[in-house]
C-alpha cells in the first residue's frame, strides 16, 4: 500500500474521531470537571493561606506580661513567626495567581465549547476530508491550504481540553500526595497557633477590678509564667517550621501544575502547529497528479 494512502486513510480515522468528540463534547465536559476541581484547590489553599496569615498576625501583636519579683517584662512570642508571616504572604500572592490561572483556563475552555466554534471545527473537518479524497488534481494549492487551515483549527480546538486532562492526570501521578500531605500540615500549624493564641487573649482582655486575693494570684502566675513561655515559644517555633517547609511543597505543586506544565504544553502545541504550517502535504493530490504524469512522459518518449 503506498505511504501516501496510508497517511490519508490514518488522518481520515484521526479526523473523524475529533468530529465525534465536537459533537458529543465529552472531552470538554472532562476538561471542565478537571479544571474545576483545580480551580476549587487553589481557592481552598488560598482561604487557608489567609487564615494562616490572619492567625500569625494576632501571635506577632500579642504580648505576654511577666512580674517575678515584683519587675516587669514584656515578651512577644509570636514574633518568631515573623519571617514566616513573610512565606506566606507570598504564599498567599502565588495561590491567588494559581487560582486566576485556573479561572482563565475555565474562560478558554468555554470560549472552545462555543457552539459557532463547535460548528467552525465540524466544517473544517469536513473540509479536510474533501481535501484528502478529492480525485480531481485541479485546485491542489487551495485543497492544501485549506487542509492546513483545518488542521490548525482542530488542534487549537482541543488543545486546552487536552492540556486541562493532561494537567489533572499529572497532578494525581505526581502532585497530589504532596499537596494532602502539605494541606493537613498547614491545617494543623494554624489550628495550633489559633490554640495559642486563645490561652493568651483571656488574661489580656481582663481588665476588670480585681480583690487583693485576685491580684495575689495574679502575681503568682505572672511569676510562674515563664514555663508557659518557653512552651508557647516551642510550640511557635514548630509551627513555623512546619509552615515554611509544607507552604514552599504546595507553591511547587500549584507552580507544577499551573504554570510549568501550560508552558511546556503551549511550546508542543506552538511546535506542532509550527510544523503543520510548514509541511508540504504532498500527500494532497499526489497520487492522482503522478497518474496524470505517465501519459505526459510516454507521449514524450514517442
Excluded at 498576625?57 to 518568631?80: D, R
Excluded at 513573610?86 to 495567581?97: A, G, I, P, Q
Excluded at 515559644?233 to 504554570?259: G, P, R, W
Aim: proline content about 2%.
Amino acid at each position: 500500500m503506498p505511504r501516501a494512502l496510508v497517511q490519508k486513510i490514518a488522518l481520515t480515522l484521526l479526523v473523524t474521531g475529533l468530529i465525534a468528540l465536537t459533537h458529543l463534547g465529552s472531552l470538554d465536559r472532562l476538561g471542565h470537571e478537571y479544571t474545576e476541581a483545580g480551580f476549587k484547590r487553589a481557592l481552598v489553599v488560598f482561604a487557608l493561606s489567609r487564615g494562616l496569615n490572619g492567625v500569625i498576625s494576632v501571635a506577632q501583636g500579642t504580648e505576654v506580661a511577666i512580674e517575678p519579683v515584683g519587675i516587669g517584662l514584656t515578651f512577644k512570642p509570636g514574633e518568631i513567626l515573623d519571617p514566616v508571616n513573610d512565606l506566606v504572604e507570598r504564599f498567599s500572592w502565588v495561590m491567588l495567581t494559581s487560582s486566576a490561572s485556573f479561572g482563565v483556563q475555565r474562560v478558554l475552555l468555554d470560549v472552545m465549547a462555543s457552539s459557532w466554534l463547535t460548528y467552525a471545527t465540524l466544517g473544517a473537518g469536513l473540509a479536510l476530508l474533501w481535501a484528502l479524497w478529492w480525485t480531481e488534481s485541479s485546485l491542489i494549492k487551495l485543497r492544501r491550504v485549506l487542509c492546513r487551515i483545518a488542521l490548525v483549527l482542530l488542534v487549537l480546538r482541543f488543545s486546552i481540553a487536552l492540556m486541562a486532562v493532561a494537567g489533572e492526570h499529572f497532578y494525581q501521578a505526581f502532585l497530589e500526595t504532596q499537596f494532602n500531605e502539605s494541606q493537613i500540615q498547614l491545617e494543623k500549624a494554624a489550628t495550633h497557633i489559633g490554640e495559642v493564641n486563645s490561652e493568651i487573649q483571656p488574661a489580656l482582655s481582663n481588665t476588670e477590678e480585681r480583690s487583693l486575693l485576685d491580684e495575689a494570684k495574679r502575681v503568682y502566675d505572672t511569676a510562674t509564667r515563664s514555663i508557659d513561655i518557653e512552651s508557647r515559644m516551642a510550640t511557635f517555633n514548630q509551627a513555623a517550621t512546619n509552615i515554611s517547609e509544607h507552604a514552599i511543597q504546595m507553591i511547587v505543586v500549584f507552580l507544577m501544575q499551573t504554570v510549568l506544565f501550560p508552558l511546556a504544553s503551549i511550546w508542543l502545541i506552538w511546535q506542532l502547529l509550527k510544523r503543520l504550517l510548514r509541511a508540504r502535504l504532498e500527500w494532497v493530490g499526489r497520487d492522482q497528479s503522478k497518474r496524470e504524469a505517465t501519459p505526459e512522459q510516454r507521449s514524450d518518449v514517442v
